[in-house]
């Protein structure tokens, strides 16, 4: 009997000690690593959410903390200059394969988000030169943009005219005008914001963009697991937005290879069918049908969830600072007046509007950490080994929230963005990370930021967003995922005009 107990213990010793995930020699110190599951409970264990746990690493083991993420190494980076070093280094540029995204692809990772190499290299570059002909972050989208937020308002509007109180909801008013804005540069059709179809499948990708987290889940560490409960559960909410946009585009492909005109292209789907078609001969060629899908996709997903709950969080920002807002009304009136929307000229007679859309940015930023980059080779980082294949994350709020730079961190103050004589001061912004920096920074960056300070500026131009009377501030706490999204809230809106 006793001779069977130790048997079993020694047994399970030896087990634990061959699954252990065995840490390189000078690694960054960090947490106890479990076998299967690496740091993750210890993660589960100090943070509310994956970002608040990354802040505490970089209390507990300083600016690299290194640990398994199920069974891979990684590395969070907590610190401007830490951060600034890691997008410097071209050797950190490659993407980590995640099982979820390559899985509608048959195991191969296309699109631009999570692809590597000439795929990567050549497709970026194609976007980028190309979404900037079709007018992406120029002055050109902003009667785009305009027009979006005119539904929008009219929208909220028809909402109200409904309620005895005022009282709407906000965090779901930004979606459908962001995805336009999107749908129009790429090729797609404009969507009404009442369309109850397409409202159904935002919900969806919504759902798919709360079940995921930057640091993975265990699905992409073990895939075998997608077929027992609770996991597969997991995993289908994962994959069912990817896929229901993947439908929508390959329809939308259809109809375009139908009636394009090739003196003529119209938006980006159009180009790159051109592309497919002048390099059909090329056996290498990195333009094919699918790899135009998931470029769209990523484009859609990456910039629709975004965007809007970043706009999303500035109202909120709005609703619990009161008198900021009045400053930014006061502000509108005397720049641009009540009868036409905030232009993008305006931007820079707009300083104290700029330091509310920064500060909100600042505090919440809707991608807390940065996609994970990967290095192939064996190599060092700040002076510790990085083995190959080590997934390395920087955890934004560290620089967004530094004492050492901001003083008090957690206080919304849009005034720390302005000098003596109200000036906006762009040099703080440096201190503001969201959207990475290098050769993998967000690239709709510029897009993103236009859609938010005109869609921003509008409505804050037309409506006044009180604390729902009787009920406290909403909280700032965000719902966690892939990226961050504001809690559900509701505000009491009043027409300014
Ligand atoms: C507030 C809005 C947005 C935020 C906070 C944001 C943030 C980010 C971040 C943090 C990254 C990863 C950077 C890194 O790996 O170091 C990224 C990458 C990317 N973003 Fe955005 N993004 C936003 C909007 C958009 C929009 C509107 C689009 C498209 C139109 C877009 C397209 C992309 C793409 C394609 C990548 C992958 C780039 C690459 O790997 O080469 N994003 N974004």
Sequence with gaps: MISALVLIIVTAFLIYYILKPKLPPNFPP??????????????????????????KLGDLYGPLTGLYLGNLPAIVINGYEQAKELFARDDFNHRPSIFSVSYP?????????????RLWQENRRFALRHLRDFGFGKTSMEGLIHEEAEECIETMNKELKKTKDSVITIHDKFGVSVINILWAIMGGTRYRHDDEEFKKMLNVIQESFRSGSPSGNLVNAYPFLRHFPYFKQNFQALVSGA???????????????????????RDLIDVYLQAIEDSKDDPDTVFFKDQLVQL??????????????SIAFCILHMVRNPDC???????LDAVVGKNRFPSFEDKANLPYTFAVISEAFRISPVAPI???HMNIEDTKLLGYNVPKGTSVMVNFPSI?????????????RPERFLDESGNFIKAKLDHVHGFGAGKRQCLGEPLARMSNYLLVAAVLQRFKFEIVPGQPKPTTDPIDGFTI???????KVTPRY
Excluded at 105 to 117: D, E, I, K, P, T
Excluded at 325 to 331: M, R
């Design 243 to 265: 896929e229901a946009i993947i439908e929508m585009l390959e329809k939308s492909i259809e109809e375009h290879k139908k009636n394009r005109d090739p003196s003529a292209p």
């Design 485 to 491: 999204a504001p809690q559900p809230f509701s505000a």
């Design 325 to 331: 807002q009045e400053k930014v009304q006061k502000e």
């Design 296 to 309: 769209c996709e990523d484009l859609f997903a990456a910039g629709a969830e975004s965007t809007s709950n």
């Design 105 to 117: 692809w048959g195991g191969r990772a296309l699109g631009v988000f999570f692809s590597n190499g």
């Design 30 to 55: 960090g947490p106890a690593n479990f076998p299967i599951v690496g740091g993750s409970l210890f993660l589960s264990k100090i943070g509310k959410n994956t970002h608040d746990a990354f802040h």
């Design 370 to 372: 940065s996609v994970p």
């Design 400 to 412: 967004n929230l530094d004492k050492k730079y901001w003083g008090d961190p957690e206080v919304f």
